[in-house]
């Protein structure tokens, strides 16, 4: 299989927030290991958790109201919850850095983005500012931003959507982390804004090497550019396979469900309604006992509304959280 | 034969930017820039582009919700470019508008029944009795329970709220449909149960629709023929099968190269486009397209492309086409 070493291993990680409304188990029982240099995509629909999962491994995760309750995030071999804020302190924007879903309320407005890489640089590195400044025009010229001296002094208001999320991503790489962590970078971009940025990303992860943890909602997206595909719903991973495996034989009776409703681009046009997963995302408070897609799903017997399925190996490195998976 | 619905002649529609010390119009945001399409009866007219290029304010210009700049809006033969807003009643329960927002689009404070019989009461449609049967009936076909009539819109998922948006749109049985992003704001698992429930209602109801999307796949599922936009105009518009499978226009081509599918296996050639859409305020000279397409020759800067058929239904307006 894979013989590259392990540089991220979560196990069984559970994350939940105590609202005035209730618990809100948003990750409860995440399971994910990333390569060295490997891309790894976690899907799945909104408010599944994955944005959670990823502000857990920043340990992020504001507290009140969240609190990571169990499980293990391994870094190299050391569990990262059991790191003090100080420690954490030196790993987050360093050795892993992460760009997030809303690159505004991620850039200070106040300075200039030059200034802002500038800093993130010297956090972690003993420079001084003509050569963080150096560094920081080498960063915006290697994202493919033009005119990288004269960008350096302008504020994030006066770039478009795509320009910020090249900003986000050169501070994010101008540590040379082994952990980029993407949350949705691409989102809220246009599709052919978005091919800019993912070329760039698969560009760089060729060039530098780092692992990527790529998360987002689009299936599309990871086909593109992951490796490994988790595939998350409701606060669990259910499958967990290599890409190529995923979209070939989808063994969870949601990934199934997911691929087949999905509208393929490539197709011609037919008059055939969509093979769409009835019903909807259960509420967080109120999480359905037994398998959580049970009453979404066409295979539901007895037990899956009773108990809930463990997730385990079917065939090596194919992954599958389900009491009756499909027959590849 | 087809019949045309509605048609749109070299629209436009200028946004003045006011400005100095009397506030004088000191320049136009060019959102619609003399653009022309027809819909035909019973069809799906899609309308693809990237954020800004003008395809919520055609949408909304082709209603008359917004006067436009110029042009003509040609509705069932009928001339209604310069129709008053009296003149237009009539007319406004046969076009329907519906929005991306699920949530921002439905007042909070009203239940649903009421927000769904509103466009009833507005045009005094039936007594009292008939339009709350209406409303039971329309909240049944878009599969929502009626007896959840007394509910608030907080009280639904976004995949419900869009289902509301439709029974309030179909109440008054339109003819024509504008449909501005309506399954954007979705969770994947449930875009495909409006897209099943959109196109479920065209045939039932031989509903005309122009649909608004920036999802290809999405787009080539639903549509009858497509038209794409770029910078407050039409670049090309043809068939679905047509306009995906032979696009003419380089900013097609590049627009569809960029979609990523679903198959790690499928490797497409990919046309990467630098830089960004210029603004609508100073767009460039000649060609619009011409700072980021990959062939533009000098001509393009000095001349603005016409719009050419180019096979029977196909048009695109692009100089490469002309040039020969
Ligand atoms: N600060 C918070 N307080 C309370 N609940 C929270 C908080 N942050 C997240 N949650 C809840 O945790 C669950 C998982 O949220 P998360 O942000 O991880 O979703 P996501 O998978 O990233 O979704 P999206 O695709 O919409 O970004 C949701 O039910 C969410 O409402
Ligand atoms: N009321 C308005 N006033 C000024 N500019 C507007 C207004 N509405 C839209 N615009 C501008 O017109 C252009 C086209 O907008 P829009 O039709 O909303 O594009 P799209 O729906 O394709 O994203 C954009 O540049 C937008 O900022
Ligand atoms: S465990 Fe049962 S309900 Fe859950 S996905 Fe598998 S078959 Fe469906
Ligand atoms: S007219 Fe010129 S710039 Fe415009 S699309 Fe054609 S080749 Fe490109
Ligand atoms: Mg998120
Ligand atoms: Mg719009």
């Known amino acids: 299989m894979d013989n590259r070493e392990v540089l991220v291993d979560i196990k069984n990680l559970r994350t939940f927030f105590y609202t005035e409304d209730g618990v809100v188990p948003a990750v409860d029982g995440i399971d994910l290991s990333i390569h060295r240099g490997e891309v790894v995509g976690l899907v799945g629909e909104s408010g599944c958790g994955k944005s959670v999962t990823a502000l857990s491994i920043m340990r992020l995760i504001p507290n009140p109201p969240g609190k990571i309750i169990g499980g293990e995030i391994f870094f190299h071999g050391k569990d990262l919850l059991k790191k003090n804020e100080e420690e954490m302190r030196m790993i987050r924007g360093d050795k892993i850095s992460m760009i997030f879903q809303e690159p505004m309320t991620s850039l200070n407005p106040v300075y200039t983005v030059g200034d802002q890489i500038s800093e993130a640089i010297t956090l972690h590195q003993k420079i001084d500012d003509v050569e963080a400044k150096r560094r920081t025009v080498e960063m915006l010229h290697l994202v493919g931003i033009p005119e990288p001296e004269r960008r350096y002094s302008q504020y994030p208001h006066e770039m478009s959507g795509g320009m910020r999320q090249r900003v986000m991503i050169a501070m994010a790489l101008s540590s040379n982390p082994e952990l980029l962590i993407s949350d949705e970078a691409t989102t809220a971009l246009d599709v052919t804004i978005q091919a800019q940025i993912l070329d760039l990303m698969r560009g760089l992860q060729k060039k530098l090497g780092m692992a990527i943890l790529i998360i987002t909602h689009n299936l599309a997206v990871v086909a593109e550019m992951a490796e490994t595909i988790a595939i998350a719903y409701a606060g669990k991973i259910v499958e967990n396979a290599s890409a190529k495996e995923i979209f070939k034989s989808p063994r969870h009776p949601y990934t199934y469900g997911l691929l087949a409703s999905i509208p393929k681009f490539t197709e011609k046009k037919t008059n055939e309604p969509l093979p769409a997963i009835e019903g909807m995302v259960p509420s967080p408070y109120h999480m359905p006992k037994g398998c959580r897609f049970n009453p979404r799903c066409p295979f539901a017997t007895e037990k899956c509304r009773e108990e809930e399925p463990e997730i385990l190996e079917l065939t090596p490195g194919h992954l599958v959280r389900c009491f009756h998976p499909i027959e590849s | ?324």
């Open chain 2, 1 to 324: 034969m087809a019949t045309r619905l509605v048609e749109v002649q070299n629209l436009k529609k200028w946004f003045p930017i006011k400005g100095g010390v009397f506030g004088a119009t000191i320049a136009s945001v060019k959102a619609v820039d003399e653009v022309s399409f027809f819909i035909n009866q019973g069809e799906t007219l899609s309308l693809v582009g990237e954020s800004g290029s003008g395809k919520t304010t055609t949408g909304r210009t082709m209603l008359k919700l917004l006067q436009p700049t110029g042009g003509k809006i040609i509705y069932k033969g009928k001339d209604i470019t310069n129709l008053t807003p009296n003149q237009m009643r009539p007319l406004r329960r046969n076009m329907q508008i519906m929005f991306q927002d699920p949530y921002g689009s439905l007042n909070p404070r009203m239940p649903v029944g009421d927000i769904i019989q509103e466009p009833l009461d507005v045009h005094s449609i039936g007594t009292r009795k008939e339009r709350r049967q209406a409303v039971a009936t329309m909240m049944e076909t878009v599969g929502l329970r009626p007896e959840y009539e007394k509910r608030y819109p907080h009280e639904f998922s976004g995949g419900q709220r869009q289902r509301i948006g439709v029974a309030r749109a179909l109440v008054i049985n339109p003819e024509l449909l504008v449909l501005d992003e309506p399954i954007s704001a979705l969770d994947v698992s449930i875009q495909s149960q409006i897209i099943n429930l959109l196109q479920e209602l065209q045939q039932r109801l031989d509903l005309t629709y122009l649909f608004i999307a920036h999802d290809l796949a999405v787009v080539r599922h639903m549509s009858d023929r497509v038209a794409v936009m770029y910078l407050g105009k039409i670049v090309e518009t043809a068939e679905n099968d047509e306009l995906f499978d032979h696009p003419l226009h380089p900013y097609t081509q590049a627009l569809l190269s960029a979609v990523p599918v679903p198959d790690p296996e499928v490797k497409r050639e990919r046309i990467i486009l630098q830089g960004d859409v210029p603004s609508p305020v100073n767009p460039p000279s000649g060609c619009h397209f011409r700072t980021r397409c990959p062939y533009a020759m000098p001509i393009c800067k000095e001349q603005e492309p016409l719009v050419i058929e180019v096979a029977p239904g196909h048009t695109a307006a692009c100089h490469l086409l002309t040039k020969k």
